[in-house]
């Protein structure tokens, strides 16, 4: 069996079906071939008589040797070499050889002619009949075009050159019937979605007003027709906007898809680091923070005639201010049209909102299947579990009532909502435990700080006999659908993060979440069937929550978002057409905040350091770093400093609890604290691709291996590199840094040419992998709660586009001076480093309570200006290295009467913090030790003492 055929066998039933039409086909295609020869044989024609003189001597190995081309794929690929807009897809075409020869041997026969074997008339017509001519296709390659592309033909004869030859038009056939089906369910999906009734209503509206909102429910189809509806009416630049990525890269997918443009920039997207658009782009899929930043210049608002605002409900920080951006430009721009569209927008008070531009609504019901709704409230016994912690039972008890009720026959998965990671954790454990008894669930977390490929484990299936369970955070509310979800079991609570502008300190808390919310995630049960919705709480306590979720922009630090604001030329912060004013202290303190940093004068004036930091899309601490790097010299080190503390830790769970991922990573930790150590990674994850750059496959796995041998997700440095690269150009763009000539200009001849013939293979590379399907799913394997790969070797060979990607951008050399840019060589480049970094986190320091020599590890303390108090991170270098900050008896001073609670020493620390962030308690977060009296004395600007300095 070939591997073609194995992959067809191991995918999920849906494939079965594919595999039966192919079949079909080809067998079809086959007896028709056959048939036609067996009904011309007694026909004796004069013109074939060279043909059929071939005799079974120069056809070496006999008849089902004669038409087994796989054999000759080496020659015969010369054929698509010479002509390669004959096929696109080569590898493709041979899986349809393999797959075709395949049902020709389970037939029992073989074709010994070809259907260009007979003679023509004086008119040009067969004298023969054959099935293939009624093919809608021609294919213009003769048999002496074939003859002089394959090297070799003294293994082939000509007969099988023709017969191959035929091959070639019956994959072009297969192919063009291929599209033709899809396009035909793609048009009657189209049709079918309910937004497809009110596609003239639409357009209409939005022709007319300004101001266009459209409720559209779960499932409608209002963000993939919608886009397309505007570009078919006649709108020719159209900016929509998404809350996350991942959502603008699918959407301009399937909108791509859709519009049948894969191979024209019809559709784009672009997000904080890749851009796939040019000019000629009509549709755009952008984040809410890219566009924002967009709108401040003048130009930008132009090229756009319309602005969609997508999923407004969520009130994420920057749609809401997108918003007052909006309702500010859409009255000076008469051709500017804006349509915002949500499934649970609160459209009274929208409306209310822009009612000076007239707004219309239009209303769109979904698509959802009946859902039963039942309340299971936690009760009293429940409750009281194990000193309050969070008890598992009651979502083990649904997957119960799941086994009981629902034959295993009957399909669907159970998506658990639940707040956080601990107690995702905690439901995960206990329902493996009970799914051992059966061995009829898989379980799987769902959470923000898996790594990608943990996360890609929920789109995959389950054999027969088996269901899943994903237990997940709201990631799966809105961000993510999952297919094959019958049952929704809802907590009702959700973790956010809120924010206390006096203390400066963010705080990730538990909240019931809101009406909307609910009916969001009941929603996930009836996407694609008739589904059960367990809510794990009582109809009361849904009746008393709030109609809708708290903006963002009340909970959430605003001081890089007025800055942007006050740099577009608002004149007062105070007065920005909020459509839900944030507390008014969170204003004050916010500007407070940017005085402080010299963005703002006294009275309110943007300074030149404001203006530049304006033009950073990073917090006011990481954009003061860039800067300071620049002024003192060491931009190279700030700038991949400044990009790993702007994303996400690439840490992952698994680094702090797999003891042999604690054991590989200890190479990387650095005792000067959190910043230095994510530094080592990048450098660290730098040298392994150095090392390994000469070969793609070694590199790629290299690297991979390596994060994963530490608990690392790769994609976060591939992020720090295009974020390192984002900050250099926008410092270059603010005259802070020169700008470098290209790196190939300093190439030799010789050089240049190895460089493109990398580009060429790593361009050919990428190209494969587009052409190639999507991801396609994998079947899980229940015992191990693990993926079962349909072929381990192959898969570790499967192409990595972001390796690519970045060995397109970057060389050798170039990987060599990120590596060169990224290493602090001398405890005085490190010092300046620190320096740099603390100019910009000034007055975020904190220090040491005074009884911590007598506490344990876990119990010290510390003393921020706003915040007293705060604990250690226990996931940071001194959360688990506490010693490190403790003065030793022999470094304490005695000063004859001097009295002090704290030892008197040249020694003393003082931590540097990036943040606070308050969960069971108060922690600091991405912690730096520096010299407490020198640190102090260089960045306070006033230090209040006694006259014996001793407190």
């Known amino acids: 069996m070939s591997r073609y055929e194995k992959k067809q066998r191991s995918r999920s039933p849906g494939h079965d079906s594919k595999r039966r039409e192919d079949d079909r086909y080809y067998g079809r295609k086959y007896r028709d071939t056959r048939e036609s020869h067996k009904g011309s044989s007694s026909r004796s024609v004069q013109g074939n008589r060279e043909t059929h003189e071939l005799s079974a001597e120069n056809r070496p190995g006999g008849s089902n040797e004669d ?42 026969d073989n074709v010994d002619e070809s259907a260009t074997d007979s003679a023509l008339n004086s008119i040009g017509v067969p004298e023969r009949y054959h099935k293939s001519h009624c093919l809608n296709l021609k294919l213009d390659l003769s048999y002496g075009e074939l003859f002089a592309r394959v090297p070799d033909t003294k293994s082939l004869t000509k007969s099988q050159l023709l017969k191959f030859r035929d091959v070639i038009l019956l994959y072009l056939d297969f192919k063009q019937k291929e599209k033709f089906a899809k396009l035909k369910r793609l048009r009657d999906t189209q049709t079918n ?103 401040s210049g003048e130009s930008t608002i132009s090229t756009y005639d319309v602005i969609v605002l997508d999923e407004v409900h969520e009130r994420h920080l920057h749609g809401d201010f997108l918003l007052g951006i909006m309702k500010c430009i859409i009255n000076q721009k008469p051709d500017l049209k804006l349509v915002l569209m949500s499934a649970t927008i609160n459209i009274e008070l929208f409306s209310n909102y822009f009612a000076k531009e007239n707004v219309k609504v239009i209303e769109v019901p979904g698509r959802l299947y009946p859902i039963q709704l039942l309340y299971r409230p936690i009760t009293v016994q429940d409750l009281a579990y194990k000193n309050d912690r969070f008890n598992p039972s009651p979502y083990v008890q649904i997957m119960q009532i799941i086994d009981q009720k629902y034959p295993i026959n009957e399909k669907g998965d159970l998506l658990i909502f639940l707040s956080g990671i601990s107690e995702i954790t905690a439901v995960v454990d206990a329902a493996k435990e009970y799914s051992m008894k059966k061995n009829n669930w898989i379980v799987l977390p769902l959470h923000s700080t898996l790594s990608i490929v943990e996360q890609d484990k929920v789109f995959d299936y389950a054999p027969e006999g088996v269901r899943k369970c994903i237990v997940a955070t709201n990631i799966a509310e809105t961000s993510i659908t999952i297919d094959g979800i019958r049952f929704v079991a809802d907590s009702g609570k959700v973790k956010e993060m809120s924010y206390d502008p006096l203390c400066k300190m963010q705080r990730l808390k538990e909240f019931w979440i809101s009406k909307a919310s609910a009916e969001q995630r009941k929603g996930r049960a009836g996407r694609t069937g008739p589904g059960v919705c367990y809510r794990i709480y009582s109809e009361e306590e849904y009746k008393i929550l709030e109609k809708y979720s708290t903006p963002e922009l009340q909970r959430v630090p605003l001081d890089s978002s007025l800055l942007q604001m006050i740099a577009m030329g608002l004149p007062d912060a105070r007065k920005f057409p909020f459509i839900e004013s944030p507390p008014a202290s969170s204003i004050e303190n916010a500007i407070s905040s940017l005085k402080d940093h010299g963005a703002l004068t006294d009275n309110e004036k943007i300074t030149c350091i404001g203006k530049t930091l304006a033009r950073l899309p990073v917090d006011i601490v990481i954009g003061k770093m860039l800067i ?222 005074e009884f911590n020599y007598c506490k344990s590890p876990s119990e010290q303390l510390f003393h921020t200006k706003a915040k007293p108090y705060v604990a250690l991170h226990p996931m940071s270098f001194f959360g688990n290295h506490p010693q490190v900050l403790q003065i030793e008896e022999e470094d304490v001073m005695a000063i004859a009467g001097f009295k002090s609670k704290t030892p008197v020493s040249s020694k003393n620390q003082i931590l540097a913090y990036l943040s606070l962030l308050e969960t069971t308690k108060p922690y600091l977060v991405n912690t730096l030790r520096m010299p407490a009296a020198q640190t102090l004395l260089l960045f306070a600007h006033e230090i209040d003492t006694n006259s014996t300095i001793s407190m």
């Open 67 to 108: 038409s087994c081309f796989s054999k000759y794929k080496h020659e015969l690929n010369r054929v698509f070499t010479a002509n390669p807009n004959l096929v696109h897809d080569v590898a493709d075409f041979w899986k349809f050889v393999e797959k075709f020869e395949s049902v020709k041997k389970r037939l029992g």
């Open 193 to 295: 979605l309910p937004v497809a009734r009110y596609r003239e209503e639409i357009i209409e509206m939005i022709k007319m007003e300004k101001v266009v909102i459209i409720a559209g429910d779960t499932g409608c189809g209002k963000s993939t027709q919608i886009p397309r509806y505007l570009y078919e009416a006649g709108f020719q630049k159209i900016a929509c906007t998404q809350p996350r990525r991942i959502a603008c890269i699918s959407l301009a997918k399937r909108v791509t898809f859709e519009t049948l443009s894969e191979n024209v920039s019809r559709v784009g997207y672009q997000i904080r680091f890749e851009k796939q658009k040019n000019q000629e782009t009509n549709i755009t899929f952008i984040t809410e923070g890219l566009l924002l930043r967009q709108l």
């Open 628 to 849: 300071m790097g620049s002024i003192f010299h060491q931009v190279e080190p700030v700038l991949s400093l400044a990009a790993a503390l702007s994303i996400q830790t690439p840490f992952t769970n698994r680094a702090y609890r797999d003891t042999e991922c604690e054991t590989s990573r200890k190479k990387l930790e650095s005792d000067h604290g959190d910043p230095i150590t994510l530094l080592n990674a990048f450098k660290e994850w730098l040298e392994v691709k150095q090392e390994n750059s000469q070969e793609y496959r070694s590199s790629s796995n290299s690297s991979r291996k390596w994060c994963r041998r530490r608990g690392l997700e790769e994609q976060r440095f591939y992020e720090m590199t295009k974020l390192r690269s984002q900050f250099k150009d926008l410092l270059q763009d603010c005259n802070l840094l020169k700008s470098l000539p290209e790196p190939n200009s300093s190439m030799t001849s010789a050089e240049r040419a190895i460089r493109h013939g990398e580009l060429k293979l790593l361009k050919s590379l990428k190209r494969t992998y587009k052409q190639s399907e999507p991801r396609k799913r994998k079947q899980l394997k229940v015992e191990t709660f693990d993926i079962q790969f349909e072929n381990n070797d192959e898969d570790n060979e499967e192409l990595d586009i972001k390796d690519i990607e970045f060995r397109m951008r970057n060389d050798s050399s170039q990987v060599q001076n990120l590596l060169t840019a990224s290493t602090a060589c001398s405890y005085k480049d490190l010092t300046m480093l620190k320096l740099i970094l603390c100019s910009g986190l000034y007055p975020q320091f904190a220090c040491a309570d």
